[in-house]
């Protein structure tokens, strides 16, 4: 079976009675899209105003390339406010919770890097063992350390980790 927006090959992954179609393409718009709805939403980042409609408007007129493209949406700040539904008001808006979402916690920075079952008990339990460092967890993963130490970690979630951090993309979020 074929991807519908993108048309390439999909997986069926099998979660007890559960079967979800998946497609591996990261190129793909779909995948894109919900990767930027999952770092702005209320369990990651909480970029209150990012809406699904709003991403698609900003990822079509090219401003939207990354996920550090969102903190530089003022660059746009002009063009934006003559979108409509925009005004001045509804920009301020957006912007500020943009600048709230900076000063985030250890956790929901980790679950917006979405990391393959990394929610937030997992995330909390990150944030404990390397007290909310960010810095520490990464220097964690690239001495080799076994997060199957940590408590519910198993091979499962260690292997998650380091598969994400194998990807020079998210390295650099």
Not at 78 to 100: P, V
Not at 129 to 141: D, H, K, S
Request: charged share 25%.
């Amino acid at each position: 079976m074929k991807c519908p927006c993108c048309g390439q090959p999909t997986r069926i992954d099998i979660s007890g009675a559960a079967e979800t179609l998946h497609c591996d393409n990261s190129g793909c718009d779909m995948q894109i899209l919900r990767n930027y709805v999952h770092f702005v939403g209320k369990k990651a980042m909480d970029i209150e105003g990012l809406s699904v409609a709003t991403l698609i408007r900003f990822i079509n007129k090219g401003w939207l390339n990354s996920f550090t493209d969102i903190y530089r949406l003022d660059r746009y700040t002009q063009e934006i406010t003559a979108l409509s539904g925009f005004g001045e008001k509804s920009w301020q808006r957006l912007w500020d919770a943009i600048q709230r979402s900076r000063n985030t916690t250890f956790e929901r920075f980790v679950v917006a890097m979405d990391i393959s079952m990394i929610g937030r008990t997992a995330s909390r339990e990150l944030g404990r063992y390397f007290n909310g460092n960010l810095e520490a967890f990464e220097t964690a993963v690239i001495d080799g350390f076994d997060f199957t130490r940590l408590n519910d970690f198993g091979e499962v979630l260690n292997r998650n980790i380091y598969d994400w951090f194998a990807s020079e993309d998210n390295r650099k979020l």
